[in-house]
C-alpha cells in the first residue's frame, strides 16, 4: 500500500464491515456507533498486520505503508532478511502509536453498547490495546517473537474491561 490512507481503505472494505454488521444485527447503527465501530475495527486489522510481519512477508505480503517505510529509511529487502533496526523500530513504534490512537477513538463505543455485546466489545478492545503492548515489550522485534496473548492478559483485559 502506498499510504496509510490507501490501507485505511483496505480496512474500509476488509475488516469494518464486520463491526457494521454486528451492529446492524444489534440494532444499534446510527453515526456515531458506526464511526466508532469502524475504528477499532480498522485498528483491529492493523494490529493484526503489525503482529504477523514476520509471517506475512514469507507469504509476500508487506501492509507497512511504503511511504512510511521510507520515512523511517526501512526496505523490503530489510523486512525479509528480518533486520531489528533502530529504523525499523521507530517504524514500528509509529505503526503502534497510531492503532493505539485508532482504538482508543474507537473505544467509546463499547461503553455506549448494553449488555453483552458491549462488554465483549471491552474485552475485544482491551486485547488489541494488549497485543501492542506486547509488541512494545519486545522491543518491536516481531520477526522472532510473535505477540500473543496468554492467560495472564485475560486477567489484565477483564480488569481494564471492567474500568473502561
Known amino acids: 500500500y502506498p499510504d496509510y490512507l490507501t490501507l485505511l481503505d483496505y ?6 464491515p464486520v463491526g457494521r454488521l454486528m451492529l446492524a444485527l444489534y440494532g444499534v447503527g446510527g453515526a456515531a456507533n ?3 465501530s469502524d475504528a477499532i475495527c480498522s485498528a483491529l486489522q492493523l494490529i493484526n498486520f503489525w ?3 514476520g509471517i506475512d512477508i514469507e507469504k509476500g505480503r508487506i501492509y507497512l505503508p511504503q ?3 521510507v520515512r523511517f529509511g526501512v526496505s523490503e529487502a530489510d523486512i525479509a532478511a528480518h ?3 533502530p529504523g525499523w ?3 514500528m513504534a509509529f505503526e503502534v502509536a497510531r492503532a493505539r490512537a485508532l482504538m482508543l477513538s474507537g473505544a467509546p463505543l463499547a461503553t455506549r453498547l448494553p449488555g453483552r455485546i458491549g462488554w465483549e466489545l471491552r474485552l475485544v478492545i482491551q486485547g488489541g490495546l494488549r497485543i501492542l503492548e506486547h509488541i512494545e515489550r519486545a522491543g518491536y ?3 522472532r517473537r510473535r505477540p500473543k496473548l496468554g492467560k495472564p492478559d485475560y486477567v489484565v483485559m477483564a480488569w481494564r474491561a471492567l474500568r473502561m
Request: proline share 0%; aromatic share 4%; net charge negative.
Open 11 to 16: 480496512c474500509r472494505r476488509s475488516a469494518n
Open 34 to 36: 458506526l464511526r466508532d
Open 51 to 53: 503482529q504477523d510481519v
Open 67 to 69: 511511504e512510511d517505510l
Open 83 to 85: 533486520a531489528d533496526t
Open 89 to 91: 523500530r521507530a517504524l
Open 141 to 143: 522485534d516481531v520477526f
